[in-house]
């Protein structure tokens, strides 16, 4: 029997029957999975079976304390139900060790330091991927199954990082899910309680972006008509920080770990159509003027941070023939000259989408040169194509081509005044493939 068919089953049993005596633990469908961490208090994201409320007990992993219950706030769903734990008033530069009925084993969450004024930052780590491709037959094409990436979450549990930042593509709506609301809950709640993942979600703090397969149809824009749909789904199971802007705005935020900045943009909600023709319409935009006013004005917030990583869904400083920045030029006009003209300094890109991973560095005139990142797939297939028709990109630093399922991993770490960033990429076999270092002081503007 498909999964599908089992999740219905046991959706049914459950709704047929009253619930067992209290001292029975709710059962645990996915999660627990630590979100956003503030210095002095993280949200928890957990879905339970449906109606459930378990308390959460939580305390300093150290010891010496008494653990604390915590209520929630629930949202039901077709599976289960999505419970929010946000633990506050907590000591910052804590780690803490969670419990919950029904969890076999305590997990952990973290606070950030107050380390501002006081000491040098702290060496922190993430891992970053896209392109997840969880298989579902009945819902899959047919032919050869396009998810190949079993065995990657295990390695990616144990690379002791802070958080994982999902790039995008993370979860894959098929053809029957983007045609209703109903469909598009279905495959973010599939997959967020696929078996895979269970010991994944509980092992660091996770941050997300999306790009088109999350958001609805291949190359979404706005013009698709279940996108508030997407956007509930998304902010149902993501528990991302808030970004200063209204909800309608789309689903970008913001954080700062350490002190280093990170923008996760969106480049669904305010899209125009890849084909629409920039010649006629010379402002068509990916990003949409108030995003990129908000992003302009957090860069100027942040502008001491040694490292500010922008973070994308799809390439931004590549050219090529799909849903690149190419076909959206005055967005990319736009932020370069702002980058130049405000002289912002650490400007990192991070972005998925692309099936296979590669590290660019762009030279600027009078400039520090603009690197991109870009990590996929995490568990989706390789993009052969495309990769055929860019072998000799003269962008592409040598030797940093993966077409192998992977995530990367980077770690900045050393004094205020000499952050070092070490970007590593890693296959779904745990090999490092290569790395990379970046000094912040590489990336400065002369004069700035």
Not at 17 to 32: D, H, K, M, S, V
Not at 180 to 199: N, V
Not at 359 to 383: C, D, Q, W
Request: charged letters at 25%; a neutral charge; proline letters at 8%.
């Amino acid at each position: 029997m498909n999964r599908a068919f089992l999740f219905f089953l046991g959706f049914m049993t459950l709704a047929a029957c009253t619930r067992g005596p209290e001292t029975q633990a709710p059962r645990i469908l996915a999660g627990p999975m630590p979100g956003w961490s503030g210095h002095r208090q993280v949200e928890i994201w957990v879905m339970v079976e449906q109606g459930a409320r378990p308390a959460l007990s939580y305390r300093p992993a150290a010891g010496g304390a008494e653990a604390t219950a915590l209520p929630v706030a629930e949202e039901p769903g077709t599976l289960g139900t999505v419970l929010r734990y946000r633990p506050a008033l907590l000591d910052p530069g804590t780690v803490y060790e969670g419990r919950l009925p029904g969890l076999e084993k305590p997990f952990r969450f973290q606070t950030q330091a107050d380390w501002p004024y006081k000491t040098d930052p702290p060496a922190f780590s993430f891992i970053m991927g896209s392109c997840l491709y969880l298989n579902d037959p009945p819902y899959d094409r047919p032919g050869k199954p396009y998810g190949q990436g079993e065995g990657i979450f295990t390695h990616m549990a144990r690379t002791g990082a802070d958080f994982m930042l999902w790039l995008g593509d993370n979860t894959y709506l098929r053809p029957a899910d983007w045609t209703s609301p109903a469909g598009i809950r279905y495959r973010f709640e599939w997959e967020k309680t696929h078996p895979d993942l269970q010991a994944f979600w509980p092992s660091m703090h996770h941050l997300a972006t999306w790009d088109d397969h999350d958001f609805g149809p291949n190359d979404a824009s706005k013009s698709y008509a279940f996108r508030d749909a997407s956007t509930a789904e998304f902010r149902r199971h993501w528990a991302n920080p808030p970004s200063g802007l209204p909800p309608e705005a789309g689903i970008m935020s913001t954080f700062v770990w350490g002190d280093c900045l990170f923008v996760l943009l969106d480049n669904r909600s305010n899209r125009d159509a890849n084909g629409l023709d920039v010649k006629i319409h010379p402002g068509k935009t990916q990003l949409g003027t108030a995003q990129i006013e908000w992003l302009e004005q957090t860069l100027l917030e942040h502008k001491s941070a040694p490292f500010k990583f922008i973070v994308l869904g799809g390439q931004f400083l590549k050219d090529h023939n799909y849903e690149s920045f190419k076909n959206y030029p005055a967005d990319r006009i736009r932020l370069l000259g702002f980058l130049e003209r405000h002289q912002i300094g650490g400007v990192v890109f991070l972005s998925g989408d692309r099936h296979f991973t590669e590290l660019r560095r762009v030279e600027r005139k009078g400039s520090y040169p603009l690197h991109e990142l870009t990590s996929s797939p995490v568990g989706s297939g390789v993009a052969a194509r495309a990769l055929q028709e860019e072998k000799d990109d003269p962008q592409r630093m040598p030797g940093t081509l993966v077409d192998t399922q992977n995530f990367c991993k980077i770690e900045v770490t050393g004094p205020r005044l000499e952050r070092v960033l070490v970007m590593r990429s890693i296959d779904k076999e745990g090999k490092e493939r290569w790395s990379h270092e970046l000094r912040a002081a590489d990336l400065v503007v002369p004069g700035g």
